[in-house]
Nanobody, 121 residues
Framework: QVELVESGGGLVQAGGSLNLSCAAS????????MGWYRQAPGQDRGLVAR???????NYADSVKGRFTISRDNAKKTVYLQMTSLKPEDTGVYYC???????????????WGQGTQVTVSS
C-alpha cells in the first residue's frame, strides 16, 4: 500500500550537481522523519542526511556544506540537493520515511528502491 519512488540519480562529473527526490504514496496518515542513506561499493549503508517533521537536521560530516535536505509535507516528498560532487559520493542512495498509516498507531520505516549516483573524476 505504501510506496516510495526515487528519481534524479545519474552520472555527473566531479564538481557538478545533482538533485534527488523521493515521493511517498498510499494510505498515509502522517510522516515523521525523512532521510537519505548511501551505500558505497564495499561499504555498509550509512546516513547521509535526515530531516524531522519538527525541522531537526542531521548531516554526515562528509557532506556538510555541499548537500541540502528538504521536505514538502503536502507532496509527501523529500529532496536531496547535491553540489560540489566528489567521486567518493558515488553510491546507491536510498530514501527512507517513518510513516504512520491510516487506521494504525504504529510508525513503520519504509525505503525507496535506491537510485545510483556516479561521480566521475
Amino acid at each position: 500500500q505504501v510506496e516510495l519512488v526515487e528519481s534524479g540519480g545519474g552520472l555527473v562529473q566531479a564538481g557538478g550537481s545533482l538533485n534527488l527526490s523521493c515521493a511517498a504514496s498510499g494510505t498515509i496518515f502522517s510522516i515523521n522523519d525523512m532521510g537519505w542513506y548511501r551505500q558505497a561499493p564495499g561499504q555498509d549503508r550509512g546516513l547521509v542526511a535526515r530531516l524531522t517533521r519538527s525541522s531537526t537536521l542531521n548531516y554526515a560530516d562528509s557532506v556538510k556544506g555541499r548537500f541540502t535536505i528538504s521536505r514538502d509535507n503536502a507532496k509527501k516528498t523529500v529532496y536531496l540537493q547535491m553540489t560540489s560532487l566528489k567521486p567518493e559520493d558515488t553510491g546507491v542512495y536510498y530514501c527512507t520515511m517513518g510513516i504512520r498509516r491510516k487506521n494504525s498507531y504504529a510508525i513503520q520505516n519504509y525505503w525507496g528502491q535506491g537510485t545510483q549516483v556516479t561521480v566521475s573524476s
